[in-house]
């Protein structure tokens, strides 16, 4: 999956066509940070200043089997806005930053002894 996704139909559009890999798979999301962002005080200072809200977190997937399985790790950070219509926060912005594979042991040997 790449790009952005934008608006309720391209993300029910996007869950529908992960539908497939995701069967069997779980994710674990841990180690989450709530920071203040710029806009976060904004309330009671200015009324056209925006409240908002920034939420970092590491993401593990894995394939649910015995033993499980490693798929992909990395930090999803999340930056919040304040809806004050519906008095609640709304995402702004998701990002995934995947990390790199893991090289197999054997590989990992082999990058060592080159360096």
């Not at 990992?108 to 080159?114: G, P, V």
């Amino acid at each position: 999956m790449q790009g952005m996704v934008k608006g309720p139909e391209q993300l029910v559009s996007t869950f529908v066509s992960c539908q497939p890999l995701a069967r069997g798979n779980r994710h674990l999301t841990h180690n989450m940070f709530f920071h203040d962002a710029p806009g976060a005080a904004a309330a009671g200072a200015a009324p056209a200043a925006a409240r908002t809200a920034r939420a970092s977190s590491y993401r593990l997937l894995h394939r649910a089997s015995n033993p499980p399985a490693v798929l992909a790790t990395g930090t999803i950070e999340d930056d919040f806005v304040w809806s004050e219509e519906g008095r609640r926060w709304q995402f702004l912005r998701r990002q995934f930053v995947m990390d790199p594979p893991a090289m197999a042991p054997e590989a990992q040997q082999r990058a060592l002894q080159q360096q």
